[in-house]
């Protein structure tokens, strides 16, 4: 069990994550073996991809008016992809679920301000790159 002070912590720590990313996505990762997980990490790290496995209940206080708009619903194990690029998070998550069956899932995100639903995290992962 977490002490408050810790669960303050990081209650902070998500805060600023969430203030200072241009973009973040809501990922179910139920089913993810520790190794795939090493290797999802990896990947994201190498896009300069942030990425944070949190209880729901500490991610909801943060979430709660840090954006417009209805908080789409947190089920299942949730973590947060994040970056300073405004579609990386969603695209190297979507890239993943892609070669990686069943075991991720895209719930949602912050995107422009505004809280948005799975499909359109999932729709701005499509989008082709500039180059």
């Excluded at 991610?59 to 708009?69: E, I, M, N, Q």
């Excluded at 209805?70 to 949730?78: F, K, Q, Y």
């Excluded at 190297?92 to 948005?116: P, R, S, W």
Aim: aromatic share 6%; proline share 2%.
């Amino acid at each position: 069990m977490l002490k408050k002070a810790k669960k303050e912590e990081i209650v902070k720590d998500l805060g600023k994550i969430i203030k200072d990313s241009k973009s973040v996505v809501f990922v179910n990762f139920h089913g993810l073996t520790a190794t795939n997980e090493t290797s999802l990490r990896r990947d994201l790290r190498n896009q300069d991809v942030g990425y944070r496995v949190s209880r729901k209940t500490l991610l909801s206080r943060v979430l709660t008016g840090s954006a417009t708009g209805e908080i789409p619903e947190l089920s299942g194990e949730v973590a947060i992809a994040y970056g300073k690029d405004d579609i990386a998070p969603a695209r190297e998550i979507y890239n993943f679920q892609k070669t990686h069956k069943g075991m991720l899932a895209i719930l949602g995100g912050i995107f422009d301000g505004k809280f948005v639903d799975g499909v359109y995290m999932t729709e701005l992962a499509t989008i082709p790159s500039r180059e």
